[in-house]
């Protein structure tokens, strides 16, 4: 990209379990994707974690030409200020990216400053800007943050699928599938339902461990029958609406943690994530957090953490201090 003087823009990345989603938008006007120019990698190019969490490398040949269309369609002599890259598992697992994203970054983009952040930072940012408030961000995985100035951040869950995410997509697939193989042996808690309905997903269940446990997509996979388990219970499945009960409730447990920690006794708090369209599960959310954080105020969120990928690049951008606090590795900003 040829370094002119002209407009500056501004690029967002949200790594999510499910793809890749970027966009580009004027500096001076980063509150709205609706003016930003936007792309998505497909869930074929999902990212695989090695031992130092994203691996970096598949991350940027993932990313990179992509990213190299969006700028080649900008106007000539525009320039991208500044970079924010929001990733699931940034604050326990993102050594590499921290060590290896920067410099093919600023070659492809020329930009000088760039934003690391973990998803909850990018999901929060985008819901509720710079406000105090609660975020739980929700879709393959989980996790909810907290934050007050003052306070800073405060994470709840984001352990992963082995250790942690509970009532994510991942964590809910899961459980539906367990149920699956439950009514398959004529087990108690199994259900016929969620059986039928993974074999009309995966073929003969026998045939699932195989499928699923050599995947490093597994926990996307599972998230994938997250919406069966929801369309069960609509459907009256009483097993399957008794696990959206228990997701909900994790949800709400979770929020509930976030805000404790911060000091929030009644905060703003906003849903947000593609788990939340499933209406059963957004309805069993609300009705643990009344009984859970009955003083918690339900906000719509602003935007997705795509959003706040880019309210992160532009502040990075017009200023050498972000109106939010630096909180390595979960928030971190590098002059490249």
Not at 55 to 78: E, F
Not at 95 to 112: C, E, I, V
Not at 129 to 150: E, F, N, S
């Amino acid at each position: 990209m040829e370094r002119t003087a002209g407009e500056y823009w501004v690029a967002g990345v949200d790594v999510g379990g499910s793809g890749i989603r970027i966009a580009l938008a004027p500096g001076g006007r980063p509150d709205g994707l609706a003016q930003a120019r936007t792309a998505e990698v497909a869930a074929p190019a999902r990212v695989p974690a090695s031992a130092g969490g994203h691996d970096a490398q598949a991350l940027l040949d993932a990313l990179l030409p992509a990213l190299g269309q969006l700028i080649a369609g900008l106007p000539a002599g525009a320039r991208i200020g500044a970079v924010a890259v929001g990733a699931t598992g940034m604050a326990l697992l993102g050594r590499d990216l921290a060590a290896r994203l920067p410099g093919p970054l600023a070659r492809a983009t020329g930009a000088r400053r760039l934003v690391l952040a973990g998803d909850a930072i990018t999901a929060h940012v985008g819901a509720l800007g710079t406000g105090a408030g609660v975020t739980v961000a929700g879709g393959t995985g989980l996790v909810a943050i907290g934050y007050r100035p003052g306070a800073g951040w405060r994470r709840a869950d984001g352990w992963g699928q082995l250790l942690g995410d509970c009532g994510s997509g991942g964590w809910l697939g899961r459980a539906g599938l367990e149920a699956a193989l439950r009514a398959y042996d004529g087990r108690p808690g199994g259900s016929p339902v969620l059986l039928a309905a993974a074999e009309r997903r995966h073929g003969p269940v026998t045939g699932l461990p195989a499928a699923l446990q050599p995947r490093p997509d597994r926990a996307a996979l599972l998230a994938a029958f997250a919406p069966d388990v929801a369309a069960a219970a609509e459907e009256g499945c009483p097993v399957a609406a008794g696990l959206l009960r228990r997701a909900g409730e994790e949800i709400a447990a979770t929020a509930t943690a976030a805000a404790a920690s911060a000091g929030l006794a009644a905060p703003d708090l906003a849903l947000t994530g593609g788990l939340f369209r499933l209406a059963a599960l957004h309805r069993a959310t609300l009705r643990a957090l009344a009984v859970q954080c009955p003083a918690a105020r339900l906000r719509t969120p602003d935007g997705p953490p795509l959003l706040g990928a880019l309210r992160l690049a532009a502040a990075a951008a017009a200023s050498p201090r972000l109106p939010w606090p630096l909180h390595p590795p979960l928030l971190t900003v590098l002059t490249t």
